[in-house]
C-alpha cells in the first residue's frame, strides 16, 4: 500500500512539474537544406534587365535597372544585371530565452528573469470587458549562406558570403521588453500612434494579401499588426504564426534601424549593399521552417511577404506540441547584382 501511494505521489509531482515548467522546455531540430527549404522562393530569377529566366509562378516586384549592361567602378567590373531572392538569414522566436531551436533545442543558461519568459494571456479592453489577447516573445537572427556554400549564382560576388554567425539575440538586448527604451531607436515612429495611422495598415494588409506591402506605411506590418515599437511585446495577438512573423518582421527592422542590416536591391544595391534605416518590407519573403515546414505550395506559393494573412499557412502549428510554441523561418531577401562578365 505504501508502494502505491508513493507511485501516487510521484505521478503527480512530474505531472505537476511538467506544467510549471513548460515554458522552460526547449526543442527544435537543424533545419534540411533540401527537404525544410523551399527554394522556388528563390524565383523568379532574371537576367539583363527584363528577361525571366526562371518564375514558377514566384511573386515579385519592380525593381533594378532595365538596361541589359551595367558598370561597377568601386569594382572595375563591366556585367549584367541579374535579379533574385536570396536565402541568407533565419530566425527562432521562441518563449525560452536562451533557447536555439534551429540548432536542435540547444538551450543556453543566460540566468533570465521569470519576465523575460514568453507568454500569451487574455485581457479585457473597457466596459464592455471585450476580450483579447497580447504575448511576449524572445528571437535570435542567424546568418546563413546557404546560397553561397552550394554555388547556387554564378558570381559569388552577388552572394552574401559572410560565415554563418548568430549576430542578434533578443534575450541580450535591454530595449526587447521595454516599449519605451526601444522608441528612442526609432523616434520617428512616435507620431504614427494615432487612429488614422492604425487604420492604414488595413490598407497595408489587403496590399500585402494581394502582392507586396506597402512601403510608404512602414509603420504597419500589414496582417501581423503594428511595426513599432520594435520589442518582443504583441498586444493584439492573434496566433501564434501571426505573433512569430511579428516578431521577426521587427527583429529585421531593428537591425535596419541600428544599421547592422543593410539592402541590397534596387539601383543603389547593384554593385554593393547599402544601409537603409528605415526598412522596405517588400525586400523579404518568410517561410516557416519549424514546427512544420511550409513547403506546401499554395496557389504556387510556398513562401509569404511581411504582412500577409496567415490563415491559408498556420495550419496545425497552433498546439504548442513543438515545446512551448517554438517557431522558426527562412528569410529570402530581394537582391539585385551587377554580375561580372569581366573583370581586371
Known amino acids: 500500500m505504501n508502494k502505491i501511494f508513493a507511485r501516487i505521489f510521484l505521478f503527480f509531482g512530474l505531472l505537476t512539474t511538467s506544467l510549471s515548467y513548460a515554458g522552460d522546455q526547449c526543442t527544435g531540430k537543424f533545419p534540411n537544406l533540401i527537404s525544410d527549404v523551399c527554394w522556388s522562393c528563390a524565383f523568379p530569377i532574371k537576367m539583363f534587365g527584363s528577361m525571366s529566366l526562371f518564375s514558377n509562378g514566384a511573386e515579385d516586384f519592380p525593381s533594378g535597372p532595365k538596361k541589359p549592361l551595367c558598370w561597377c567602378g568601386n569594382q572595375l567590373k563591366v556585367g549584367v544585371p541579374i535579379s533574385f531572392w ?27 528573469n521569470r519576465d523575460a519568459y514568453g507568454m500569451t494571456t487574455d485581457i479585457s479592453i473597457g466596459d464592455l470587458k471585450r476580450q483579447t489577447k497580447e504575448s511576449f516573445r524572445q528571437v535570435n537572427l542567424y546568418i546563413n549562406p546557404a546560397m553561397y556554400v552550394i554555388g547556387a549564382i554564378l558570381d559569388d560576388t552577388c552572394l552574401d558570403n559572410r560565415g554563418i554567425d548568430i549576430p542578434w539575440v533578443s534575450f541580450a538586448d535591454p530595449t526587447h521588453n521595454d ?22 495598415i488595413s490598407a497595408d494588409a489587403v496590399s500585402a494579401s494581394l502582392g507586396f506591402p506597402r512601403q510608404e506605411i ?19 495577438h492573434q496566433s501564434n504564426e501571426q505573433s512569430a512573423r511579428l516578431q521577426t518582421t521587427r527583429v529585421l527592422a531593428k537591425t535596419h534601424a541600428i544599421g547592422m542590416q543593410k539592402a541590397a536591391f534596387g539601383d543603389d544595391g547593384m554593385c554593393s549593399y547599402y544601409p537603409q534605416i528605415i526598412m522596405d518590407k517588400r525586400q523579404y519573403k518568410f517561410q516557416r521552417l519549424h514546427p512544420k515546414p511550409q513547403t506546401q505550395k499554395i496557389k504556387n506559393r510556398c513562401c509569404d ?20 510554441r517554438d517557431f522558426s523561418y527562412a528569410i529570402f531577401r530581394k537582391r539585385d547584382c551587377c554580375s561580372g562578365v569581366s573583370s581586371w
Open 179 to 200: 516599449d519605451e527604451l526601444a522608441g528612442l531607436l526609432t523616434p520617428y515612429a512616435f507620431p504614427f500612434g494615432s487612429l488614422l495611422a492604425i487604420g492604414a
Open 86 to 112: 536570396e536565402f541568407d538569414l533565419m530566425t527562432d522566436v521562441t518563449a525560452t530565452p536562451g533557447c536555439f531551436p534551429l540548432l536542435g533545442g540547444v538551450r543556453v543558461n543566460v540566468g533570465a
Open 218 to 236: 512602414f509603420w504597419g506590418a500589414g496582417s501581423y499588426g503594428s511595426m513599432y515599437p520594435l520589442t518582443g511585446n504583441n498586444t493584439a
Open 305 to 324: 511577404p511581411i504582412g500577409r494573412s496567415t490563415i491559408l499557412v498556420e495550419s496545425n502549428t497552433e498546439l504548442p506540441i513543438n515545446g512551448w
